[in-house]
């Protein structure tokens, strides 16, 4: 059984920063793509960061710059150092995986872990 499972989520002052984990089970991690998505009430989940099997990062227009991916494989784990938070930044974080090496594509969700910024 695949499990993703988000953590470091937490209410913050605006200016500060947080770093949520991932650890992934049930998957070859080292093969995975992965990457974060945020949603906030009522709009569509968005594309945060993301990390290749192979560590080429990507970043949404607005977090670059201040917001860092990063994965350790011997510990199936990806990370996402948020700094210099604002509230805008405040949603559910959802960490995902998925192998593109297959067909259909194999991609899993965590359940999500809420970040509040205050101002």
């Known amino acids: 059984q695949v499990q993703l499972v988000e953590s470091g989520g937490g209410l913050v002052q605006a200016g500060r920063s947080l770093r949520l984990s991932c650890v992934a089970s049930g998957i070859i991690f080292s093969r995975h793509t992965m990457a974060w998505y945020r949603r906030v009430p009522g709009n569509e989940r968005e594309l945060v960061a993301s990390i290749t099997n192979i560590e080429s990062t990507g970043y949404g227009d607005a977090v670059k710059g201040r917001f860092t991916i990063s994965r350790d494989n011997a510990k199936a784990t990806v990370y996402l150092q948020m700094d210099n938070l604002k509230p805008e930044d405040t949603a559910v974080y959802y960490c995902?995986?998925?192998?593109?090496?297959?067909?259909?594509?194999?991609?899993?969700w965590g359940q999500g872990t809420q970040v509040t910024v205050s101002s």
């Open positions: 995902y995986a998925a192998d593109f090496g297959t067909w259909p594509i194999k991609d899993y």
